[in-house]
């Protein structure tokens, strides 16, 4: 057994080491500033593609004209004027010769030329001239004009009057909900959609904290050891103790960046939400919008599905388990980000070490992704129990109820490396710690480790 009294040395020490990691980045001016920076940018790089196709749509006044060369004489006059395309309704004839003569001898009144063959019903092909490379949003538009009067024109050549509408009858959207049943036997609307967006946002936030801020254990630990100040840290405290209160300090960092950014994006997404509501209900851009789109009485509908969906959702047992994973993946990376910097003198000498970490976390996340479309495959409960994939891939799987012997086996092990993986480290990091001069190899770390 420990002594109390060693135990509250110890302890003390580790305080006093998280301590001076977390105000040491803190009072960084580049941490004040990207703190603040980023969110702003995040929400400048939401309203900037809005923005911008308000002024493209506002401020294109431009008219594409269009000449149609209608061999059949049949459906040129499926092609309607809009505000931005005018059609020129021209006689059949030979298309190499009349295309080309008619776009010389029209100038710049005519932009391209659309030639409809005689036979389109049985080759469904035609053809734009143009001088200049036709953009998608034309050939769009002269597709679907086309489209629409030959599937007409399909359906008249049967001869039958009720043809057309019977098709129509056929075309049926069916709606399958999914329902739940709790522990009492009652029903509760999910949506796998939603749960799939919510493991993927928790997975997505999982891998980048832990590589971004694992990293920044790394550079630290380069930069103490670079400017020596490491020797006499060390002089006062256990390596294992140095290490351990460097990692807790910059997770701890790294938890009051996000809590901020969250804030941040929270009240810059209430602001934002509230001027574009407003922005959106007086403009016709804005009655257009929700003309095209959805009726008020849908758009009601489609909220209280979502919040439904939501309310099925156990936050207490998925939040709980994305803190016990998060805590435990970051810890395993984070231990081994400190011990292979230890092993170097200098950043650019660290790809060696942290290259294998990096791939191992992006096939974490790409088995993610993978797994979204089916949680509880034998790929995702496999990586969702693998130590270095569980902290990724489980959170992909947490919105859909997860075995509890699942869970259990999965963070048994995943604590069990981690300790492990700090111990290991440990024992790297305090012979690393003092060494300088040469590149290390990984032969030389295993030696450091037995």
């Not at 006059?77 to 059609?87: G, I, L, Q, S, V």
């Not at 047992?317 to 980000?337: C, D």
Request: hydrophobic letters at 50%.
């Amino acid at each position: 057994m420990i002594p109390f009294t060693l135990l509250y040395e110890i302890m003390n020490k580790l305080k006093l080491i998280i301590q001076h990691e977390y105000m040491t980045m803190v009072g960084k001016k580049s941490f004040i500033v990207m703190t603040i920076l980023i969110p702003f940018l995040l929400i400048l790089l939401m309203c900037v593609p809005v923005l911008l196709a308000y002024i493209n749509s506002s401020a294109d006044t431009s008219v594409t004209r269009i000449a149609v060369i209608d061999e059949s004489n049949t459906y040129g006059a499926a092609f309607k004027d809009t505000p931005n395309y005018r059609f020129v309704l021209m006689s059949g004839g030979d298309k190499a010769v009349n295309a080309h003569d008619f776009y010389k001898n029209a100038g710049e009144s005519i932009d391209a030329v659309v030639v409809i063959p005689a036979n389109v019903l049985e080759s469904q092909k035609a053809t734009i001239y143009s001088e200049n490379t036709i953009d998608q949003g034309t050939m769009s538009i002269l597709t679907k004009c086309l489209n629409d009067t030959l599937a007409k024109a399909k359906i008249a050549s049967f001869n039958d009057p009720e043809l057309e509408s019977k098709i129509e009858q056929t075309q049926v959207s069916a709606e399958v909900k999914s329902i739940k049943w709790d522990d009492k036997g009652e029903e509760q609307e999910q949506s796998a959609e939603i749960a799939s967006i919510l493991g993927m946002i928790l997975s997505f936030f999982t891998y980048t904290f832990v590589l971004s801020y694992g990293a920044m254990i790394m550079n630290s630990v380069v930069e103490e050891k670079t400017n020596r100040i490491v020797e006499v840290i060390v002089s006062s405290c256990k390596p294992m103790e140095l290490m351990m209160g460097k990692i807790i300090g910059v997770g701890l960092v790294g938890l009051t960046q996000f809590a901020i950014w969250a804030v941040i994006l929270w009240l810059g997404g209430a602001v934002l939400s509230l001027f574009v509501g407003g922005a959106v209900a007086t403009t016709d851009m804005g009655a257009m919008t929700v003309g095209m789109n959805m009726s008020q009485g849908s758009f009601n509908s489609e909220i209280t599905d979502i919040l439904k969906a939501l309310t099925s959702i156990n936050w207490l047992s998925l939040l709980g388990n994305f803190v016990i994973y998060f805590i435990g993946g970051y810890l395993l990376y984070a231990s081994l980000f400190a011990g292979f910097g230890s092993a170097v003198d200098q950043a650019s000498d660290s790809s060696q070490f942290t290259m294998p970490i990096i791939i191992i976390m992006m096939v974490a996340l790409y088995a993610g992704i993978a797994c979204m479309s089916n949680p509880n495959g034998p790929m995702a409960v496999w990586c969702s129990i693998i130590p270095f994939t569980s902290p990724i891939v489980m959170m992909v799987r947490l919105p859909f109820d997860v075995p509890w012997w699942q869970l259990l086996l999965s963070i048994v092990l995943l604590y069990a490396t981690a300790i492990g993986c700090i111990w290991i480290s440990a024992r790297i990091y305090r012979t690393g710690i003092l060494l300088y001069g040469k590149k290390r190899t990984f032969k030389e770390v295993l030696k450091w480790v037995k």
